[in-house]
């Protein structure tokens, strides 16, 4: 096949998987948030347990009037959902499904997505500052404050990972996976879930959007289309995170017949952990601002360097 | 011309005037956002020079880390929507940073430009060479610089504190500055700083910039 009908076929593949991924994803947390608190979820839509639902609400998104408030930096204002939405669709080119099912292989791919999705807080920022509310600064603040937070216990969590491999692309890092990562990279692997729920900005991290404070933080102003860009940048956000997990401490395709359906299990374990980050929504309550980011700085820094450590003492005594 | 040099030299227009019009622009926050831009294509620049590694680290602490603490700050200060007339400069000022520009063109120019000859090698630097450089030949440069970020570190905190131990004014000044995240912006959320932030805040965004 020659290069640009390669290059096209790619790019193109990871668009639908960018377009159906988050909205399976959406449609699974109607379902499981519904039966979790005894109710059915959506049942109309579409016919068969209302499968449909997320896409009449993009119809429905689509067809409302798109509204610059007077006062708002217009500019900013209107490129503010682009800037959210498009790291999370350059980070889910580079995670494996399977060793050969990449659609951009790089060799520093683990740093390649941790640096792309960091990009993603701009968009907040942009959103909440050029909406000239205050509902939406305050939320900004909050989420620029808790995703500094956050960042630094995840990176030091995927550190750990990449010595404990020796390598930092995502192929070479689920490649070296074991079953004995599961125990010995441990403590990683819940600093890097907690520090992701709190990047997503998900519950019970969700402070920058609390509804019931700020109206919806940043996102207040929107409508329309870019409203719904931005609740599409935030479960195009889980399936990456998820997937990532899945990857980084889950072993990615290994597993049965891991030749064949190896990208069936990774699709398969990141779905487990898209149903946990659900769960974790229904079962805590908001978190206040300090107690965030006393988790952040108090427990979370310190259980990830503790991981460092011990990751790297054992790759020491034992190389 | 292959298409590694097409992709530089974008890369660096880009860079360029993106840098040009963080300087020129009178909205402060859209100047933080341009440097955005700016740092940006230079990590693109390192990408097309085969430096992988240094254009990642450079996404991710200098775009995803400072230019968001710096964003940050602005915002919790000032930063009206529109134009800031505050943050004009002199033609003095003006004239004389364009000599200061001039020179380091020159120098810079003069320096490198000899080197360019027709002779192209791109190998692209290794993960491993350049941390072995790194902690190797340039351990000591790098531990003593990070010796250096914890002191500065560690006075910034000092400075905090002893203002507050000096009198309820210095501490409130500072508390208004720094410490009060919720009440401050909330007068100036509207596009107009108060005259109160005007007056009393010590003029960090203008500051950084001059």
Redesign the interface.
């Known amino acids: 096949m020659s290069q640009p009908i390669e290059v096209t076929l790619r790019a193109l593949a990871v668009l639908v998987a960018f377009l159906v991924l988050p909205l399976l994803v959406g449609q699974t947390e109607h379902k499981v948030m519904a039966h979790m608190q005894g109710r059915l979820g959506p049942m109309y839509a579409g016919g068969f347990h209302g499968w449909a639902q997320l896409v009449a609400d993009g119809v429905k998104f689509v067809q409302k009037e798109d509204i610059t408030p007077a006062a708002a930096d217009r500019w900013v204002f209107r490129v503010a959902p682009a800037v959210a939405l498009v790291p999370y669709l350059v980070a889910l080119a580079a995670i494996p499904l399977s060793p050969h099912l990449v659609a951009a292989a790089a060799p520093g791919s683990a740093v390649f997505v941790l640096a792309v999705t960091a990009v993603g807080i701009l968009g907040t920022l942009m959103a909440g500052w050029a909406s000239a509310n205050k509902y939406s600064l305050l939320g900004a603040m909050r989420a620029a404050a808790q995703l500094l937070s956050y960042e630094l216990p995840m990176v030091l969590a995927v550190a750990s990972v990449c010595l404990a491999a020796g390598s930092l692309s995502l192929t070479g890092i689920a490649g070296a996976w074991s079953p004995w990562w599961l125990l010995w990279q441990l403590p990683g692997a819940v600093v890097f879930l907690v520090s992701a729920v709190a990047e997503l900005q998900r519950p019970p991290f969700d402070m920058p959007v609390a509804d019931s404070e700020i109206v919806f933080g940043a996102y207040t102003e929107y409508t329309g289309l870019r409203f719904a860009f931005f609740l599409l940048s935030e479960y195009a956000g889980i399936v990456v995170m998820s997937l990532l997990f899945a990857v980084l401490y889950l072993g990615g395709w290994h597993g049965a017949f891991s030749d064949v359906l190896g990208w069936l299990w990774t699709l398969l374990k990141g779905f487990a952990v898209a149903v946990l980050v659900i769960w974790l929504r229904v079962a805590w309550p908001r978190l206040r601002e300090d107690q965030l980011q006393r988790l952040a700085w108090l427990v979370l820094v310190p259980l990830a360097l503790g991981q460092l450590a011990l990751t790297g003492l054992w790759v020491v005594t034992t190389a | 011309m292959t298409a590694l040099d097409v992709a530089f030299a974008a890369a660096g227009v880009v860079a360029s005037a993106s840098g040009l019009l963080a300087v020129t622009t009178r909205?402060v926050?859209?100047a933080a956002?341009w440097l955005?831009v700016c740092l940006?294509s230079v990590a693109g620049c390192y990408l097309v020079l085969g430096a992988?590694?240094v254009a990642?680290?450079q996404?991710?602490v200098y775009?995803?880390?400072v230019?968001?603490?710096v964003?940050?700050a602005l915002?919790?200060t000032r930063?009206p929507?529109?134009p800031n007339p505050d943050i004009s400069t002199s033609p003095l000022h003006r004239v004389l940073a364009a000599f200061l520009a001039a020179g380091v063109t020159t120098l810079v120019a003069a320096a490198l430009l000899p080197l360019a000859g027709p002779a192209r090698r791109r190998a692209g630097t290794a993960?491993g060479d350049l941390a072995s450089a790194l902690f190797g030949t340039w351990v000591w440069p790098f531990e003593i610089l990070s010796v250096l970020l914890l002191l500065a570190l560690v006075a910034a905190l000092a400075v905090s504190r002893m203002a507050d131990r000096q009198g309820p004014d210095a501490a409130q000044t500072l508390a208004e500055s720094a410490g009060d995240?919720?009440g401050k912006?909330?007068a100036e959320?509207?596009?107009r700083p108060t005259a109160q932030s005007a007056g009393e805040l010590p003029a960090q965004p203008a500051g950084e910039r001059a």
């Open positions: 909205h926050v859209h956002l955005v940006g992988e590694f990642l680290v996404l991710l775009v995803g880390a230019v968001v603490l964003l940050f915002m919790l930063a929507i529109g993960t995240p919720v912006p909330l959320m509207a596009g």
